[in-house]
């Protein structure tokens, strides 16, 4: 559920950044991208601790 919410809170900051700048607020502007940044490191951290990184399991040592 957390992950889908990310993925929306970063597809909805993307609009407002591309779509609305021109007739957009500067706050909402700001926020917006803040917005994108902290989803983009929310599903990373996702995509790393759901075990997709076969690094991990496969030490060369």
Sequence with gaps: MLMWS???TFLLSLIAIGLLRASAP???LSG???AAV???FA????????GGNTDR???TG
């Excluded at 599903?43 to 759901?50: A, K, P, R, T």
């Design 6 to 8: 990310t993925v929306v």
């Design 26 to 28: 500067s706050w909402l």
């Design 32 to 34: 917006a991208e803040l």
């Design 38 to 40: 902290i989803s983009v």
């Design 43 to 50: 599903l990373v951290c996702f995509l790393e601790s759901s």
């Design 57 to 59: 399991s496969n030490p």
